[in-house]
């Protein structure tokens, strides 16, 4: 397999594990010490390193977008680095929802994912 096939495999593998909402899967996504760089907290946006931290800032995540259904576009995949655009659907009052639109840039070595950093665009 080619190096860029080993990374879209790598990707997907994520990208699955997230759709699941597992996040003992996704960080096993990652390389021991990743860094994933999330789109909300108070850094602006939280910082996690390592597999156990990014295991529980993904339940982080996952608790406040509980409820919600995500929609991925296909990645873009530049050398070592993937673009992830998403659509996340959150409930709203009503029975209505609200679309949040959000993007991923991801960073391989060695075909395996060493960063997350996620965007969001919310509504104001």
């Known amino acids: 397999m080619s190096e860029p096939d080993t990374k ?3 990707l997907q593998r994520f ?3 997230w759709g699941r909402r597992d996040p003992d899967a996704v960080a096993a996504c990652m390389a021991p010490q ?3 760089s999330a789109s909300v907290g108070p850094e602006p946006g939280a ?5 156990e931290a990014i295991r529980a800032g993904v339940v982080e995540m996952f608790a406040r977008d509980k409820g919600g259904r ?3 576009d296909t990645p873009i ?3 070592d680095v993937a673009l992830l655009t998403w659509t996340y ?4 009052a009503n029975d209505a929802s609200c679309a949040i639109r959000g993007c991923d840039i991801f960073r391989f070595e060695e075909g395996a994912i060493v960063l997350k950093d996620a965007f ?5």
């Open 120 to 124: 969001r665009k919310t509504p104001s």
């Open 70 to 72: 995500m929609q991925i």
């Open 34 to 36: 990743a860094i994933y």
């Open 77 to 79: 995949l530049m050398g």
């Open 15 to 17: 990208i699955d594990a």
């Open 8 to 10: 879209l495999v790598a």
């Open 47 to 51: 910082t996690y390193v390592g597999r």
């Open 89 to 92: 659907h959150a409930p709203a």
